[in-house]
């Protein structure tokens, strides 16, 4: 059975990636290699993919975020993000994920392969006898063992370089402000407090930092001139976090005695630009960005991210998202259900609410409760999202972006949406039910206030009630259980046409033939009588006291709302026509 019911979604992979992640994806999904893609063909191919799978070449910009309409995840085969814009792709709820160990140790051998090439000059010996030489005594070079290695950045890359260096007989200080000291220690790894004794020590010294603000230019000209003369340096981390022109002056100099650089701040280098010269330079060992170039990386890495390209398009979470929560795969399982529930809850709110007619959409603070078995959940993103999603999307079509747990958060503080959550486990505060989530809208003069809002006409005109509804699931299946002072019995699905009326006989017939004259089916109806239960309600201590609360006074308690499950869309003159010629006392269409 195909994973997708529709076309399979497409993939785009502009960079070499190893096969064995991409077959993975092959027999569900629509792979499209497009190797040494321009900026400009891939800003215009971009809107028919749904996910991106790069290397660290291809620049994900802010433009091509918001040019990539269908585009769900931004999936990096390696660490380093920084040629995503991730800032952007967390507004547009496009989910990055990496694979943050996949490469490491192919990282650190390689740092340590261009140490010892460079202690015993051998990409000059080499090239020399390649040249038909014989030059022995010309490429005399330094043993590593006994000599201090100085590491910036005690991170994974760092601290596995930090353990073959130990093997290797080094002494390694190292400079992390944020590193465990324990980790240190167990490595036999001394931690230095400040960069200016990491700098003194070293005889070689090793940067393992991400480039990011603290780290840009990290080691300047200032910071070569502290090295001891004659020691060497090494960049495997990333371009800029040394200093370009700072590293050729200090080897034009003849103050360090060699640089090992992998990585520069434009790749591959602009002709004659300082980051070129340093190439050029004699004592610079180099290599083109080739750290996490061994079969094994690469084939962990295209794994790793394929991997989580799958869960994504299935709907799942990602293990290693770079900006979405991490969610235990176990208990994401157990919030599925639930997530579907509150997105309807938040759908059928703002339809019955806020934009039918009489409704307003005044009223922007809510409590979301959950209370039972579903309150014991931790982490309830999932849930915040789908609210977030229900809420706005009747009303906006979220301009192509794609509320999630990626910006679910940024998307309601720009709409001025705030959310508190409340979980409560004692059983006894959610009637029959195991689960009960509910969904409160604060009154907007009295956010803070726990009445009931005396004049709020919102779908049902003239009838005092508060803004609340509650659902639970039944298996896998989303249940409103209560709708305003309603208790309630019914799926959220499909269209369905919301009438409050007086509960007297003949009023079913009557809703029936109107409906009846305009085309429209009924596949189902159901009535929802006022509860006895839910006379008031505005926080869990209101839901707690409503639970044994007073019963309605007459008439209202011989309300009813009349839910009736119809097979299309039902336009506004119906629906005013069942209030006028039906004497219903409100009527709402909602599409769920
Ligand atoms: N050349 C390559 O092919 C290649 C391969 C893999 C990783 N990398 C790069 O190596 C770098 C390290 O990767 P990692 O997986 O070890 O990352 P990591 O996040 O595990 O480690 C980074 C460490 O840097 C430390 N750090 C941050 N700011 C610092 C500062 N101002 N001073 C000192 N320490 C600071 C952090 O505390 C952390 O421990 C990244 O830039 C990554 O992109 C390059
Ligand atoms: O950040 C990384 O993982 C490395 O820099 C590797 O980059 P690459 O995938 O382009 O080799």
Redesign the pocket.
Known sequence: MPLFKEAPPKVLVPEKLSPDGLALLRSSLDVEERKGLSPEELLEIIPTYEALLVRSETKVTAPVLRAARNLKVVARA???VDNVDVEEATKLGIVVVNS?SG??GA?AEHTIALMMSMARKIPEGCASLKEGKWERSKFVGVEVKGKILGI???????LTVARLAKGLGMTVNA?????SPAVAASASVTLVSSLAELLASADFLTI?????A??RG?IAEAELAQMKPGARILN???GGTIDEVALLAALESGHLGGAAV??FTSEPPVPESTAAKLIAHPRAVVTP?L??STVEAQENVSVDVCEQVLEILKGLLPRSAVNAPIILPEEYQKLQPFVRLVEKIGSLYTQHYATAPGGSMTRNTFDLIYQGEVASINNTKPLFAALVKGLLSPISSTEGININIVNAELVARERGIFISEQHSRDPSEHSSYSSLVTLVARPPSRASSRAPAATDTGGAPQVQHQRIISGTCSGDQPLITRLGRFEASFEPQGTLLICENYDSPGKIGVVGSILGREGVNINFMTVAPVSPKLAVGGNIEDIKATKDGPASADPASKEALMILGVDRGVSHSVTSDLVKEGGVLSACAVTL
Not at 175 to 179: K, M, S
Not at 208 to 212: D, E, F, M, S
């Open positions: 390696g660490v380093g943050p490469n490491i990282a910036i950045g005690l991170g994974k890359v760092g400079l992390d402000p944020y590193a393992h930092t991400p480039l990011i603290s780290t990290m495997v981390a990333r992998d990585v960005h750290g996490a």
